[in-house]
């Protein structure tokens, strides 16, 4: 198994924004939606925190299922922010989806939020266990949490592989970003060990296909 790669923790080229917000990622996000839906049944109203939101697909998509939720996406990258702010507007939903320029451990508060979700933000972070922390820190006692990420390979040949198979037809800019999130994630015991060390253990780990981990349940 190869080391961790640590990549840049921001996407703030423009372009590199702009690539990420025009490639489709609408089978993954909608993914990411209804596997909450399919894990917490009972779920249906307050405010959801969305943590590395990028540029809006996910709240937009989170905001749709459950009309009577307001979601509010955190990112640290400007131009994500931007383009987020965009798409929120097209798609007439800025009543209820607040996108923040912020970093994620400069939220201020505890027990603000009915709801937290977070999707590909682990990878960028060079100190996993801070995040974890403060997803805790955030949520109310019983709610609901969702965390997507990708799932390093055992080689930087298995991730080339990945790229090729999965990202084949993308810009050069988008598979490189891929490649370099890639070898930048955490294996599915370095996840377990993490939720260990935090007293999350509750929550539980699951790997739905070739590139992916998920961890979701609730934080009492």
Known sequence: MMDRVLEPELMDDPKQAEAYASADFAEENQGFVDRFQEYFPE????????LGCGPGDIPIRFATLYP???????????????????????AGLADRITLRCERYEEVAGARIVDAAISNSLLHHLPNPLQFWQKLRQLVKPGAPVLVMDLLR????????????????????ILRRDFYNSLLAAFTEDEIGSQLARMNLTRLLIDIPDDRHWVVGGIIY
Do not use: H
């Open 43 to 50: 779920f249906s109203q307050g405010r959801v925190l969305d």
């Open 68 to 90: 009577a939720c307001q979601v509010i996406g955190i990112d640290a990258s400007t131009p994500m922010i931007q383009l987020g702010e965009q798409a929120v507007k097209r």
């Open 153 to 172: 390979p055992d080689s930087p040949e298995a991730a080339q592989a990945i790229v090729d198979q999965y990202a084949a037809n993308e810009p050069d």
